[in-house]
DNA sequence: ACAAAAGTGTTGTTACTACACCCATGG
DNA sequence: CCATGGGTGTAGTAACAACACTTTTGT
């Protein structure tokens, strides 16, 4: 059964989607993946990419699914966020929607989309358009979250390339948070956590001392007091 | 429309049900609230009160309100915990159930239950005997975001009388963390919180000095570091 | 040689832990 | 008067915040 067979019945009976804010960091803005609306009566409009579920996929499975429709990518960082069940939040018909949370590294990523959807890309958090449904308040719940991860937990790996340098750790903390940090603070800390090995490598960017790179030495999820 | 309208239709549709994980303290033993199921295939078994939601309410509604036709309590602690959303959490049919987590003080609470039950009562957390569905899973989880909940908020205050003693509050902790504390550390941290005040009234409960009855000061859910 | 980012320690302050005795009451 | 839980302080330790200069490289 595919999705495009549910949502025809009484538009009262409530309908169950799966929504993904991605975010990734770029130019060391933080951005959020966002698909242009092709149905009515959101023409146009720009909003998170989801869809109702299949009946043979788990929530997280549809999240999961349409997180490699859009950018390809199958092992990333994803963890469910909140469910929105409000009665006008679409228009159109009661939809309840799962929303999930994913980060990623966006380097030589190519976003694609589907039939569905007009058009594709990454938007930056900070001075968004208006948005289709409920999705601002989505995204700026969603970024609540991220900062709380930022600070309690190592996900902070699933934004950087496989090995980064320290003042590039501490450049996604800080856009991210928002504030500046202090260098030599921020070093000890983080590596006092231990969760860094060093990669063996410099790296050698311009006129200036090259740097060591880190990386860490788990990728699964764990929580830690990291500020 | 009425719940018992939805779940006739095909059985591969997914019907969005709420359930609630209520949780309070009897005799310093933290307690989930849970019903007996009528209907096959679960007839007899034990599970969290829930159903399927109404076309007009939002999902927190209908969460209150199956919180309200069981306990009576309208203005309670009560938050989104999860939605679970496996394939075959439910035999039946394909059910997505979101589950809300409530903190009560029992004292002179009188359970009710709806036709839809057999009974109704609050059973300790420790050694729970078999549930339906996947709501032993859910209780588990729940009780991980107690913990974290009374180690990093306020809403303790939801599971105690109006006004308390010290040592009441304590054991709280005590029973719910599963560890002793230091009273002379628990008194000096909660206190320099300032979200207690002292009642101006004295618990004379047996032969022994006296305690000084607190009350928080805000019912308001706030985050702080409280262990 | 200079511009530009990498890297590195110390000190004062604040929060946390561990620990033992006297107090007020009811029976 | 005694059994019971209520109430209190201190000292050692660990984590955190504030702060500025030297090193290494490419051009």
Redesign the interface.
Known sequence: ?TPSE?GT?DP???V?AVDVTVFTLLGSELRVLLVRVKKRPYTGVWALPGGI?C??????EAAYRELAEKTGLKSVYLE?L??F???NRDKTR?A?S?VYFALVNAEGLELKTTEKYAGIGWFPVKKLLRLAYDHAKVIRYAVKRLRWKLEYTNVAWSLLPRAFTLTELQTAYESILGKKLDKRNFRKKILSLRLLTPAGKMKHSAAHRPAELYRFKTRKPIIVKVL
């Not at 009946?55 to 997280?60: A, N, Q």
């Open positions: 059964m549910f019945l009262r009976i409530p169950v579920i009946s043979d996929e788990s929530l997280e469910q909140f469910t069940g409000d009665v009661r309840i799962t």
